[in-house]
């Protein structure tokens, strides 16, 4: 019986000692708070201790202590944080050497929380030097997305005491933070100085920057931290262009090579093997050269692309000729009917294979976008007295195909068209000829309709905030496709576009300094002191159908100010 009471007695204290949430009344809000008395002193100087605790008003919990606990500088060596009861202890690991006269600031983030509701303490740090005094200055800022303008949450801030470039990638830094989910970030307790500043992804965190495969960002010049320095200009954070490699290549066929690559090979050079009547045709297509060639002697041969030398098969120009034919590039080659019937055996002939006819496939047309017939190879010649356009059964005389200049394989139709009008355009066997000597050996067809002005919208575009001389790249983004472009070079601070003729959706502009003038947005390059590209992209208003809108856009802001009338 007396056994019975004593378990009793045990098993009543230690439910006494469990800390066990309360049931109702009001929900806890308040934040854990420091019990100071109970805590080692902060803002201490002449810091010699290898730990410190700090205790606590009611009973907490430890979470993500890996990612939550920042230490600035960082340090050397691991340490090790625990939780015992109401009290959070931070030992310094024992080979652990710390600076001295320094600063040493030690953010808990996130990671005390009160046990019953998760309440997280607030602006929990603890702060101690190892000279005589605590330094009291601070450097903030922001780190944004260089492309979107979009801030960037746990990039990690990092400060150097040495202007060496390749500091980043030897050596931990100096003082460090992380931004938050707004891209804001504070180091406080910085010494005055002049510092190195960069901004890394630091994905896998070892405080230090892994080259082209972490994003980067950086200031203009070395920061002077004193007493009147304020907010640090948005760092603008970007992924480095890798140098440009090729990556495969793709040569199953006679007449064609493709190339692939990490990025776009604009500037590359591809020089073919010097053989008598090779003849090449060449287009980039983003991160692809495309080389078509006609080899007369279907032999091997080589293609130097870089420093590599790509071997080119000898294929059969005859058999390839032999299935070739000059199409549209968006449609199908017509599907053969009749041939021949096999009865057990025995093969049976049939009537002659025909092509099923096919419908002209209609396709509209915007005056401000041109008018391109895709084929399947390079065009070489066009025949206009093979190429007819009509309207209701009338031969259009003002009508004009040319080759395109921007792809080998299109041909762009001028014609004036008329709103509300249907055109039908036919292009006779042997119309369009393509490096091969191989013309369409089918009548092609085509039909365009152009929608009636009244169904159409007018989008009046000023671009603000310019800097006179800068040349710019703006553009006018159907979603993802592209509806206008616009190149153009600042004479004064604002400019004034007009897009006639626009179907009636929503669209953003995008306007790129093209410091380069390549017409594409490029990244930074940390070495070279480089920024990438500004970029400032915004969703205008709605475009309706016989409505004019009025929009803006600032080359440094992203202000609206739309109108719209009718």
């Given at each position: 019986?007396?056994?019975?009471?004593?378990?009793?007695?045990?098993?009543g204290l230690i439910?006494?000692?469990?800390?066990i949430?309360?049931e109702?009344?009001?929900?806890d809000?308040?934040?854990p708070?420091?019990?100071?008395?109970?805590?080692?002193p902060n803002?201490?100087?002449?810091f010699?201790?290898?730990s410190?605790?700090?205790t606590?008003?009611?009973?907490?919990?430890?979470q993500?202590?890996g990612t939550?606990?920042?230490?600035s500088?960082?340090l050397?060596?691991?340490?090790?944080?625990?939780l015992?009861?109401r009290t959070?202890?931070?030992?310094?690991?024992?080979?652990?050497?710390?600076?001295?006269?320094?600063?040493?600031?030690?953010?808990f983030?996130?990671?005390?929380k009160?046990?019953?509701e998760?309440n997280?303490?607030?602006?929990?740090?603890f702060v101690f030097?190892?000279?005589?005094y605590i330094d009291?200055?601070?450097?903030?800022?922001?780190?944004?997305?260089?492309?979107?303008?979009?801030?960037?949450?746990n990039?990690?801030?990092?400060?150097?005491d040495?202007?060496?470039?390749?500091?980043i990638?030897?050596e931990r830094?100096y003082y460090?933070a992380?931004?938050?989910?707004?891209?804001?970030f504070?180091?406080?307790?910085?010494?005055?100085?002049?510092?190195?500043?960069?901004?890394?992804?630091?994905?896998?965190?070892n405080?230090k920057?892994?080259?082209?495969?972490?994003?980067?960002g950086f200031p203009?010049?070395?920061?002077?931290?004193?007493d009147?320095?304020?907010?640090?200009p948005?760092i603008r954070?970007?992924?480095?262009?890798?140098?440009?490699?090729?990556?495969?290549?793709?040569?199953?066929?006679?007449?064609?090579?493709?190339?692939f690559?990490?990025?776009?090979?604009?500037?590359?050079?591809v020089?073919?093997a010097d053989?008598?009547?090779l003849?090449?045709?060449r287009?980039t297509d983003?991160d692809t050269?495309?080389l078509w060639?006609?080899n007369?002697?279907s032999?091997?041969?080589n293609?130097?692309?870089?420093?590599?030398?790509?071997p080119?098969?000898?294929?059969?120009?005859?058999?390839?000729?032999?299935?070739?034919?000059?199409?549209?590039?968006?449609?199908?080659?017509?599907?053969?009917?009749?041939?021949?019937?096999?009865?057990?055996?025995?093969t049976?002939p049939?009537?002659?294979?025909?092509p099923?006819?096919r419908l002209a496939r209609?396709v509209?047309?915007?005056?401000?976008?041109?008018v391109l017939?895709?084929?399947?190879?390079?065009v070489?010649?066009?025949?206009?007295?093979?190429?007819?356009?009509q309207?209701?059964?009338?031969?259009?005389r003002?009508?004009?195909?040319?080759r395109?200049?921007?792809?080998?394989?299109?041909?762009?139709v001028?014609?004036?068209?008329?709103?509300?009008?249907r055109y039908?355009l036919?292009?006779?066997?042997?119309?369009?000829?393509?490096?091969?000597?191989?013309?369409n050996?089918d009548?092609?067809?085509r039909?365009?309709t152009?929608?009636?002005t009244?169904q159409?919208?007018?989008l009046?575009l000023?671009?603000?905030d310019?800097?006179?001389?800068?040349p710019?790249?703006?553009r006018?983004?159907?979603n993802n496709?592209?509806?206008?472009?616009r190149?153009f070079?600042?004479?004064?601070?604002s400019v004034?576009f007009v897009?006639?003729?626009?179907q009636?959706?929503t669209?953003t502009?995008?306007?790129?300094s093209?410091?380069?003038?390549?017409r594409?947005?490029?990244?930074?390059?940390?070495?070279?002191?480089?920024?990438?590209?500004?970029?400032?992209?915004?969703k205008?208003?709605?475009?309706?159908?016989?409505?004019?809108?009025?929009?803006?856009?600032?080359?440094?802001?992203?202000g609206?100010n739309s109108?719209?009338r009718?």
């Amino acid at each position: 019986m007396k056994q019975l009471t004593l378990l009793a007695c045990i098993l009543g204290l230690i439910a006494c000692a469990r800390p066990i949430a309360p049931e109702g009344g009001p929900k806890d809000t308040t934040p854990p708070g420091l019990v100071p008395e109970k805590s080692t002193p902060n803002l201490s100087t002449r810091f010699e201790g290898r730990s410190f605790q700090l205790t606590f008003d009611e009973w907490v919990t430890l979470q993500d202590v890996g990612t939550q606990v920042l230490i600035s500088p960082p340090l050397a060596k691991r340490p090790e944080v625990t939780l015992k009861g109401r009290t959070v202890t931070f030992r310094f690991d024992e080979s652990e050497e710390l600076r001295p006269n320094t600063t040493y600031t030690i953010n808990f983030g996130t990671a005390v929380k009160d046990l019953h509701e998760g309440n997280p303490a607030k602006d929990l740090r603890f702060v101690f030097s190892t000279g005589d005094y605590i330094d009291s200055l601070s450097v903030s800022g922001s780190v944004v997305n260089a492309q979107t303008g979009d801030p960037m949450e746990n990039i990690s801030i990092l400060l150097y005491d040495v202007a060496d470039d390749s500091i980043i990638t030897k050596e931990r830094p100096y003082y460090m933070a992380r931004s938050d989910k707004s891209g804001q970030f504070s180091i406080p307790n910085v010494r005055a100085g002049r510092f190195k500043c960069v901004a890394i992804e630091d994905a896998n965190q070892n405080l230090k920057w892994d080259g082209e495969t972490e994003q980067i960002g950086f200031p203009d010049s070395m920061i002077v931290v004193n007493d009147s320095l304020r907010s640090l200009p948005a760092i603008r954070v970007f992924k480095p262009e890798p140098r440009l490699r090729m990556l495969r290549q793709e040569i199953n066929r006679f007449g064609l090579v493709k190339i692939f690559f990490n990025g776009p090979p604009d500037t590359v050079q591809v020089q073919p093997a010097d053989l008598p009547g090779l003849r090449t045709v060449r287009h980039t297509d983003q991160d692809t050269i495309l080389l078509w060639y006609d080899n007369p002697d279907s032999t091997a041969w080589n293609l130097l692309v870089l420093e590599d030398t790509v071997p080119v098969k000898a294929f059969s120009r005859n058999g390839f000729l032999q299935k070739h034919s000059m199409t549209f590039r968006d449609e199908r080659p017509p599907a053969p009917v009749g041939g021949q019937q096999r009865q057990g055996r025995q093969t049976t002939p049939q009537t002659p294979a025909v092509p099923i006819p096919r419908l002209a496939r209609t396709v509209n047309v915007y005056p401000n976008k041109p008018v391109l017939l895709p084929f399947n190879s390079p065009v070489e010649t066009i025949d206009t007295s093979k190429c007819r356009i009509q309207s209701d059964s009338v031969d259009v005389r003002m009508f004009l195909p040319v080759r395109d200049t921007a792809d080998p394989r299109a041909v762009q139709v001028l014609v004036d068209w008329q709103p509300g009008v249907r055109y039908d355009l036919t292009l006779l066997p042997g119309a369009v000829v393509d490096l091969f000597g191989v013309g369409n050996t089918d009548t092609l067809l085509r039909s365009f309709t152009v929608p009636e002005t009244k169904q159409l919208g007018i989008l009046n575009l000023t671009v603000g905030d310019l800097e006179p001389g800068q040349p710019y790249l703006l553009r006018l983004l159907n979603n993802n496709e592209l509806e206008s472009e616009r190149t153009f070079t600042a004479d004064s601070s604002s400019v004034r576009f007009v897009f006639s003729g626009l179907q009636p959706v929503t669209y953003t502009a995008q306007l790129i300094s093209d410091d380069n003038r390549n017409r594409r947005w490029d990244p930074g390059a940390y070495y070279l002191r480089r920024q990438p590209e500004r970029i400032v992209q915004k969703k205008l208003d709605p475009l309706r159908a016989n409505w004019e809108v009025e929009s803006s856009i600032q080359a440094q802001s992203t202000g609206d100010n739309s109108r719209r009338r009718q």
